[in-house]
Structure formats: C-alpha cells, structure tokens
C-alpha cells in the first residue's frame, strides 16, 4: 500500500486526476501552472487516450486540427486540416514533455474505487493492484465513452442498481423508446393479421386477454392472462437489457 500524497490538515490540498487523455492533460497542465500539486493515474502504458487507442486507418479528428488542440499550445504543424491519429497522439505526448508531467504521471495504474473518507477529508483511490492513493480532490478524467462512464461508476462505488439507473438506463433511453414503438406497432399488426387468418377460434394471448374481459365478463381470468403477458414483456426486456449490454473488458 503506498499512500503518494498527505495533505496537512487544510493547509495544502493534491489532485489525484483519473486518467491520462488530452482532459487528464488539460487539467494537469492548469494546475501547473497554478502551482497546485497532482497527480494523474492512467491504466494504461502511455498518456494520449482516445488517440493511443484508437489506431485505424483513416482514424482522424472531425473538428478542424488549429480547434481540436490546447488553445495554450498551438501547433504550426498540423499537416492537414483534421490530423490524423499518429499526429493528435505526438501532440499529446509533446504537450506531456513540455509541461514536465511525467514525474506526476503514474502509469499502469488501473483505478478500480474511489472513495471519500469522511474523517481524513480525503479520497481514497484504490488501483487493481491493490496500492491506494490519496487526494483532497478527485477529478475524473476517464473519458466520454459509455464503457468508461460505467467503469468510472464503478470506481466511484456505484452499486448495481445505481449503474443500471444513472448509467446503463439513460444512455439505453433512446434505443428503448424507439424498440418500444415499434415493438407495439409489431404486435398491433401480428395481432391484426392472426385475427384476420385465424378468425377468433385461434387462441392469441391478447386475444383471450381481451375476451375473458369483454365477451366472458370474468375479470379474474383475463387479468391472469395480463399477468402473462406482463411477465413474458418483462423476461424479454431483461433478455435483451443482458445481451446489450457493454461487455466487460470490450475495448473501442
Ligand atoms: C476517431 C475519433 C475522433 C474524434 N474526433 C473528435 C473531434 O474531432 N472533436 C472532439 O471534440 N472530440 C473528438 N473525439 C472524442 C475524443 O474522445 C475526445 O475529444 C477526447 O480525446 C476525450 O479525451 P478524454 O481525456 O476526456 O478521454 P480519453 O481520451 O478517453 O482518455 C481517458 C483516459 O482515462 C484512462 N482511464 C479510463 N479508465 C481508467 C481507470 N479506471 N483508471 C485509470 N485510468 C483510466 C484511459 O486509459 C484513457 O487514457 C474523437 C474520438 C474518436 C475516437
């Protein structure tokens, strides 16, 4: 276990930065230059995020090269409008050396829980293996992308169901909204179509649902029905909330 920074009681204060990207390297060099200490903690090898990650042919910004870079470090050198990947990763790294980082730069240090404990006024932040750290202030840094969002819940102690409901759920909203729609539409028609074929001797689950209440008047039994449906909706959207899940360990 090694603790890298020990405030003394209010008089001084640390940044612990989660993550090494162009945000974890904007917020570093601001502090800097405000002569506040820090220190980043980045999983992986090297600094440069998105653009160490991400090596695909083509893979480029989309905003305009003199816009995508620090207004505090312009580059003369961009070679073409949108820089491409190797170019954007250089100036991070260039930008790493110029404003001396690297010594408060811990590589390989994969935060898996950040937590506030409330009698040191600090933040404990825990890496996968096992050393902890702490700062006064925690600034995340991890990156925009839902697999880190969730990662980023996780190293914040969001339970489960807090994922599920400030995360997952969310970001799930506007592909649930439209598969609801046109899941109902779907089954307006297929129920359409097997009444028009099957006349109303073919037993539909609607079907009967609807006639155990109209036609039969027993309430009793078209609610047990209801509940069918309910159960068989619910099973199928656990299924598919399950297999859409962002997998554990997927990379960009
Ligand atoms: C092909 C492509 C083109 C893009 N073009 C543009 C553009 O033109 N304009 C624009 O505004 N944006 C663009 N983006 C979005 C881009 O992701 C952001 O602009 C920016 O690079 C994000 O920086 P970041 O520091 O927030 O996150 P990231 O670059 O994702 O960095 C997050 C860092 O946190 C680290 N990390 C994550 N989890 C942990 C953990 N548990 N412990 C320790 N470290 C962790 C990661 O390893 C990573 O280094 C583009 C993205 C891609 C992929």
Known sequence: MSESVKPQSGK????AILGAGA?????????????IPFTIYEKAASVGGTWRDNRYPGCACDVQS????FSFE???EWTRMFAPQPEIR???EHCTDKYALRPHIRLNQNVTQARWDEDARLWR?????GDTYAGRILVSGMGLIPKE?????EGFGANGWQRFWRITLPLLRPSLQSALILRTLAAFEVFAVVTALGGTTLPVLMGETFNWQFAMQDRNVASAYALVILGISIAATLFFLRVLRVPKGATI
Do not use: C, D, W
Request: aromatic content about 14%.
């Open 149 to 153: 969002y969730y990662e980023a819940g």
């Open 66 to 69: 003199h816009l995508y870079s």
């Open 125 to 129: 932040v825990r890496t996968e293996a």
């Open 12 to 15: 001084a204060f640390s940044v």
């Open 74 to 76: 312009p580059n003369p």
């Open 90 to 92: 250089a100036y991070l």
């Open 23 to 35: 945000g974890g390297l904007a917020m570093a060099i601001s502090l800097q230059k405000a002569g």
